[in-house]
């Protein structure tokens, strides 16, 4: 929770948002870029433009007729715990929608701080579990969870000040992770399946789950 909160704080500038997008992108991923070989920062970019900038997300109709998230087979990674994270995700943003429908302030704002809360630790303990199985677009998928939480960030600030960001936030939440499941989740379970079913295997005590449920979700 700590380190989610510092996690937040340190992400709280705007978002680019027009032309230079790309730009700013890359400026903000690889400040250090003289020391990353360029190839490497070529083959990221081109990742986090294909999964990021150029994404269609689910249109607000399409959204609205959905209203209330519901799981399909195709959200699915078959790594079970994984799943089952994403799956609770979704829960919490379903409780921000029934939140919103009861108008009450408090528990949005509990629910906005509980959604971000938890979507942190799972972003956490997915790029521990990236790195451990070796996937070699795991820093562009790491800048991918740090650029959205940059956006869910400024949310968060406006609704502290006061603003009703609920509807918004709710809209973002649920295209981005749909979006952000079916393409860039879905290409790490393609890349480094087997080694992520060996490392997520054990179930035991000391395994890796157990291990990283305690690191990051206490
Ligand atoms: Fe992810
Ligand atoms: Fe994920």
Same mark, same amino acid.
């Given at each position: 929770?700590?380190?989610?909160?510092?996690?937040?704080?340190?992400? #709280?500038?705007?978002?680019? !948002?027009?032309?230079?997008?790309?730009?700013?992108?890359?400026?903000?991923? =690889?400040?250090?870029?003289?020391?990353?070989?360029?190839?490497?920062?070529?083959?990221? &970019?081109? =990742?986090?433009?294909?999964?990021?900038?150029?994404?269609?997300?689910?249109?607000?109709?399409?959204?609205?007729?959905?209203? =209330?998230?519901?799981?399909?087979?195709?959200? /699915?990674?078959?790594?079970?715990?994984?799943?089952?994270?994403?799956?609770?995700?979704?829960?919490?943003?379903?409780?921000?929608?029934?939140?919103?429908?009861?108008? /009450?302030?408090?528990?949005?704002?509990?629910?906005? *701080?509980?959604?971000?809360?938890?979507?942190?630790?799972? &972003?956490? &303990?997915? *790029?521990?579990?990236? *790195?451990?199985?070796?996937?070699?677009?795991? !820093?562009?998928?790491?800048?991918?969870?740090?650029?959205?939480?940059?956006?869910? +960030?400024?949310?968060?600030?406006?609704?502290?000040?006061? *603003?009703?960001?609920?509807?918004?936030?709710?809209?973002?939440?649920?295209?981005?992770? &749909?979006?952000?499941?079916?393409?860039?989740? +879905? +290409?790490?379970?393609?890349?480094?399946?087997?080694?992520?079913?060996?490392?997520?295997?054990?179930?035991?005590? #000391? #395994?890796?789950?157990?291990?990283?449920?305690?690191?990051?979700?206490?």
């Amino acid at each position: 929770m700590r380190r989610n909160k510092a996690r937040l704080a340190g992400n #709280g500038a705007p978002f680019p !948002r027009a032309a230079t997008q790309a730009l700013l992108l890359v400026l903000f991923i =690889y400040p250090s870029s003289i020391i990353i070989p360029i190839g490497t920062c070529i083959k990221d &970019f081109r =990742y986090i433009r294909k999964h990021v900038l150029y994404r269609n997300y689910l249109s607000d109709e399409v959204l609205n007729i959905m209203g =209330y998230l519901v799981w399909t087979k195709d959200l /699915d990674t078959g790594i079970g715990v994984i799943d089952g994270q994403h799956k609770r995700i979704v829960e919490y943003i379903n409780k921000l929608h029934d939140a919103r429908l009861t108008r /009450d302030n408090k528990s949005i704002g509990d629910i906005i *701080e509980d959604t971000i809360d938890y979507t942190m630790s799972h &972003f956490s &303990f997915e *790029e521990a579990l990236l *790195e451990d199985a070796g996937y070699q677009f795991v !820093r562009p998928h790491k800048k991918v969870h740090a650029l959205f939480i940059r956006r869910v +960030a400024e949310f968060q600030a406006r609704y502290k000040a006061g *603003e009703d960001v609920s509807e918004e936030l709710h809209g973002l939440l649920a295209r981005w992770l &749909f979006n952000h499941i079916r393409n860039d989740d +879905a +290409a790490y379970v393609l890349a480094v399946k087997s080694t992520i079913n060996s490392l997520t295997g054990d179930k035991g005590e #000391g #395994g890796w789950v157990a291990r990283s449920f305690k690191k990051f979700f206490s």
